[in-house]
């Protein structure tokens, strides 16, 4: 799997949600909705999910890595990219 772009759209409230991005891969599928969180210095994703049927504040994931390697290279991807955005709109 390759992650072949990233566009990263800015965050409409301050707090800890840095930025919204989409990730294409292998120029064949999109993930749409992946959330830049910084809470207590700590910068991670937070991927699309839907809330639970039945379940007042349970969500489930839409899609996601199924192992911390490939976690990490798409936190890796997306946060070059955010940091990419950021320089450009200097």
Sequence with gaps: ???TNVKI???RQNGPVLAYANVILDNKFIIRGITLLEK???RFISMPSRR???GERHF???AHPLN???RKELTDA???AYEEFLK???
């Design 40 to 42: 207590d210095d700590k």
């Design 52 to 54: 639970v049927r039945n």
């Design 60 to 62: 489930r994931d839409t």
């Design 78 to 80: 997306v946060f070059d």
């Design 68 to 70: 911390q390697e490939v």
């Design 9 to 11: 759209f800015r965050a």
């Design 88 to 90: 450009s709109e200097e």
């Design 1 to 3: 799997m390759e992650i």
